[in-house]
């Protein structure tokens, strides 16, 4: 995974795919041990750099969007562009 990856964040082993939050990479860590990355940018993900992004570690992530993902109104959006 690299910057400006689509990522999807499970936030505990076994959770239900509605609890997945879909995102977009925003840069490495200065440690090397997880990524910044946008999760709600009002799908404006034109403008993500704009947004605030969380500091979510690599093992909690999973490349690509997810169907499912409790955000996925604007994640969709995005992909029919």
Excluded at 22 to 38: C, L
Excluded at 50 to 59: C, G, L, Q
Aim: one cysteine or more; charged letters at 25%; aromatic letters at 12%.
């Amino acid at each position: 995974m690299k910057t400006a990856d689509k990522v999807h964040y499970i936030p505990f082993k076994g959770a239900h795919p509605s609890l997945y939050e879909n995102g977009i990479i925003k840069r490495e860590t200065s440690n090397g041990e997880g990524f910044f990355v946008i999760y709600n940018c009002n799908g404006e993900w034109d403008r993500m750099n704009e947004y605030t992004s969380a500091n979510t570690r690599k093992s909690d992530l999973k490349p690509g969007w997810h169907p499912n993902a409790r955000n996925k109104r604007f994640t969709t959006e995005m992909d029919n562009q």
